[in-house]
């Protein structure tokens, strides 16, 4: 941060975490702090190359259980491949010159009675960098459902028009672990700040085949070491997630869908994962069966529960501004810490309901 602080004025300095950390990436991959600037390895280098490369290497480490890469794997990704292509030292260890650029550091495989080089594997200095760097790859994937890149850079339209293929995508980007709560963080500000994709075009194509997707139940049947339910639960939440964002507050459930939704919406909030906040803001959730959703913390304010089955539940610190409860049942729900500003309670099942009408 010290390296940002000391390179902008007041005027422009980045106003968003993703803008401080896009701009600290550039300063790091131009060593500019350096009186000898960047090493020489990497002079030619452009820093759009080297941040694809490392992007890559982020989500391949964010993803597998070890949250480290073995020097093995690197030969094996394709932007590191180029990255030594341009470099023309093609027999060099990719490692040393991202180690170098101050990006990773060298650790020793868990194996620690072998002396083998290859098994020392390399890791990321700074896990902040890291998860905002993944999060860049999950929006850049998901913006691959009505974009992608010419090998030449030049952007092309390619709109992926079937449920199936904007499955995989959506997969492909979420399925393989749960996000965590820096990168929901990341991947916010990241959409929020996007100025080059068309965002209400991908909010239409998503929208245009939600109904086919919840009846898929986000599976997608590939070779992963995920269970199938948790990586159908990982995907649905990232779908959402983006979803909720692109949106602006005007969420929609299909109506054929929304039984689906339901049950993965149950499922999902069962696990109770930490940073998983559910926006469900103006979304139609009448006439279902919910009961002990957990639905803390989430934003449901407008949302409409009018004849639905909600017992149980956990409203625990959930924003309930005008929710409609017409009719639904609420017994033994609980309402502490929720805000319930111009909520519709009016014929709601309220027996053994918890903190609800309390000072």
Same mark, same amino acid.
């Given at each position: 941060?010290?390296?940002?602080?000391?390179?902008?004025?007041?005027?422009?300095?980045?106003?968003?975490?993703?803008?401080?950390?896009?701009?600290?990436?550039?300063?790091?991959? &131009?060593?500019?702090?350096?009186?000898?600037?960047?090493?020489?390895?990497?002079? &030619?280098?452009?820093?759009?190359?080297?941040?694809?490369?490392?992007?890559?290497?982020?989500?391949?480490?964010?993803?597998?259980?070890?949250?480290?890469?073995?020097?093995?794997?690197?030969?094996?990704l394709?932007?590191?491949?180029?990255?030594?292509?341009?470099?023309?030292?093609?027999?060099?260890?990719?490692?040393?010159?991202?180690?170098?650029?101050?990006?990773?550091?060298?650790?020793?495989?868990?194996?620690?009675?072998?002396?083998?080089?290859?098994?020392?594997?390399?890791?990321?200095?700074?896990?902040?960098?890291?998860?905002?760097?993944?999060?860049?790859?999950?929006?850049?994937?998901?913006?691959?459902?009505?974009?992608?890149?010419?090998?030449?850079g030049?952007?092309?339209?390619?709109?992926?028009d079937?449920?199936?293929?904007?499955?995989?995508?959506?997969?492909?980007?979420?399925?393989?672990?749960?996000?965590?709560?820096?990168?929901?963080?990341?991947?916010?500000?990241?959409?929020?700040?996007?100025?080059?994709?068309?965002?209400?075009?991908?909010?239409?194509?998503?929208?245009?085949?939600?109904?086919?997707?919840?009846?898929?139940?986000?599976?997608?049947?590939?070779?992963?070491?995920?269970?199938?339910?948790?990586?159908?639960?990982?995907t649905?939440?990232?779908?959402?997630?983006?979803?909720?964002?692109?949106?602006?507050?005007?969420n929609?459930?299909?109506?054929?869908?929304?039984?689906e939704?339901?049950?993965?919406?149950?499922?999902?909030t069962?696990?109770?994962?930490?940073?998983?906040?559910?926006?469900?803001?103006?979304?139609?959730?009448?006439?279902?069966?919910?009961?002990?959703i957990?639905?803390?913390?989430?934003?449901?304010?407008?949302?409409?529960?009018?004849?639905?089955?909600?017992?149980?539940?956990?409203?625990?610190?959930?924003?309930?501004?005008?929710?409609?409860?017409?009719?639904?049942?609420?017994?033994?729900?609980?309402?502490?810490?929720?805000?319930?500003?111009?909520?519709?309670?009016?014929?709601?099942?309220?027996?053994?309901?918890?903190?609800?009408?309390?000072?």
């Amino acid at each position: 941060m010290h390296l940002v602080a000391n390179s902008c004025t007041s005027n422009d300095l980045p106003k968003s975490i993703s803008g401080i950390y896009d701009k600290l990436f550039q300063k790091i991959a &131009n060593r500019d702090w350096s009186n000898e600037g960047q090493i020489s390895e990497l002079r &030619n280098i452009e820093a759009a190359d080297i941040k694809t490369c490392m992007q890559d290497l982020a989500f391949m480490a964010y993803t597998n259980k070890r949250h480290y890469l073995l020097r093995s794997e690197l030969a094996s990704l394709g932007s590191a491949q180029k990255f030594m292509d341009d470099l023309r030292r093609n027999g060099d260890d990719v490692s040393k010159y991202l180690m170098i650029s101050f990006y990773m550091r060298e650790v020793k495989e868990v194996d620690e009675e072998s002396d083998n080089r290859k098994n020392y594997a390399i890791e990321f200095v700074h896990d902040s960098l890291q998860y905002f760097l993944v999060a860049e790859e999950m929006w850049e994937k998901v913006c691959k459902i009505i974009s992608d890149t010419t090998s030449k850079g030049k952007n092309k339209i390619l709109i992926h028009d079937t449920a199936n293929g904007i499955l995989k995508i959506l997969f492909s980007a979420f399925h393989h672990k749960p996000l965590s709560e820096d990168i929901l963080k990341y991947l916010l500000d990241i959409i929020l700040e996007e100025k080059n994709t068309d965002k209400p075009q991908l909010f239409q194509q998503l929208n245009k085949f939600a109904e086919e997707l919840l009846e898929s139940n986000f599976l997608d049947f590939v070779n992963s070491t995920i269970k199938p339910i948790d990586a159908a639960i990982n995907t649905f939440y990232g779908y959402w997630f983006v979803m909720s964002i692109l949106s602006e507050g005007n969420n929609t459930i299909p109506k054929e869908g929304k039984v689906e939704f339901c049950k993965l919406l149950q499922i999902h909030t069962l696990q109770r994962f930490q940073g998983h906040r559910w926006n469900l803001k103006n979304a139609n959730l009448s006439d279902s069966i919910l009961s002990k959703i957990n639905l803390s913390n989430a934003n449901l304010e407008g949302a409409n529960f009018s004849n639905t089955n909600l017992s149980f539940a956990d409203f625990s610190n959930a924003d309930l501004r005008n929710a409609n409860f017409y009719n639904a049942d609420l017994s033994f729900a609980d309402f502490y810490g929720a805000k319930i500003d111009g909520a519709d309670f009016s014929g709601a099942k309220l027996f053994g309901v918890q903190n609800l009408f309390t000072e």
